[in-house]
């Protein structure tokens, strides 16, 4: 899953892209500019998701929202922006905008991935069905591949012992008729699309 990310000083979102590329597996487009986000927006039609991060009420990057806000065809795209509440003006004026993902800049991990599954629930673009299981379980993508390695093990284990008689190769083909999503290539679990994601306060 493809993410815009803006930020005007190198450090800004490094919370939040750590979150969305280690933990999610998320592929991060990075910004510093209107014009560069605009850039990478037309260049990258499969962007699910924008973050950026405002510091004053003259940020260029208020433009790039009001921008977002005022386009039809990118209306729906879901904006998740970083600020602090010492800054009401800016607080003010993305709530004018009809921001509907504010995360504060003092904001716990916790509050952090649950404004990501409501951002990403309300998006037009494509989801992974890897993303949406790993942010419900928070766990980071490489430690998820390990647990599905571990898994895999358990299934075939389970065969054997129901039927001894098989080979391993054959084992491992009855695990993956019973299990398939174990043996996923992309580590996506099976789970259905629908009402997977928990409510969230905006």
């Not at 969305?20 to 037309?42: K, N, P, T």
């Not at 790039?64 to 010492?86: A, C, G, H």
């Not at 599905?148 to 001894?164: G, T, Y």
């Not at 080979?167 to 580590?187: F, G, H, M, N, T």
């Amino acid at each position: 899953m493809k993410v815009l990310c803006l930020e005007e000083a190198p450090d800004l979102l490094k919370d939040v892209r750590e979150t969305l590329e280690a933990r999610l597996g998320c592929e991060i487009c990075r910004a510093s500019s209107l014009a560069e986000g605009l850039e990478i927006w037309d260049r990258e039609p499969e962007i699910a998701l924008a973050v950026c991060h405002i510091t004053t009420p003259d940020s260029g990057l208020l433009s790039f929202v009001q921008k977002m806000k005022s386009e039809p065809e990118w209306k729906r795209l879901p904006l998740l922006v970083k600020t602090s509440r010492d800054r009401p003006d800016v607080y003010a004026t993305l709530l004018a905008l009809k921001v509907r993902y504010i995360l504060d800049e003092s904001s716990t991990h916790q509050c952090l991935m649950a404004r990501l599954r409501a951002a990403l629930n309300d998006t037009p673009g494509m989801v992974e069905r890897r993303t949406k299981v790993l942010l419900a379980l928070d766990m980071e993508l490489a430690e998820y591949q390990k647990l599905q390695s571990s898994m895999r093990k358990l299934a075939v284990s389970f065969i054997k012992e129901s039927f001894p008689e098989l080979r391993l190769e054959q084992a491992e083909e009855k695990a993956q008729v019973l299990w398939p999503c174990i043996w996923d290539q992309d580590s996506n679990l099976s789970f259905a699309d629908e009402d997977f994601f928990e409510a969230a306060e905006v």
